[in-house]
């Protein structure tokens, strides 16, 4: 299996993680916690994290 491959499974599989309810309850600090609607979401943040890109945001 290529690099690019094993990237992409491994993505989805962070995505489905990260989006599952189950994964959301088990880690939630109390029933207020993760319930606000933001511009990026848990998701989204996380993968950028993983993703960092090298140049300034600007430019990308």
Known sequence: MSIRNNLKD???????????????????????AF?????LSFTDIIHFL????QKSLSVS
């Open 10 to 32: 491994f993505f989805q599989e962070m995505n489905t993680l990260l989006t599952s309810n189950e994964f959301i309850e088990q880690h939630r600090a109390n029933n207020s």
């Open 35 to 39: 319930s606000r609607t933001r511009k």
């Open 50 to 53: 993983l993703t960092l890109p």
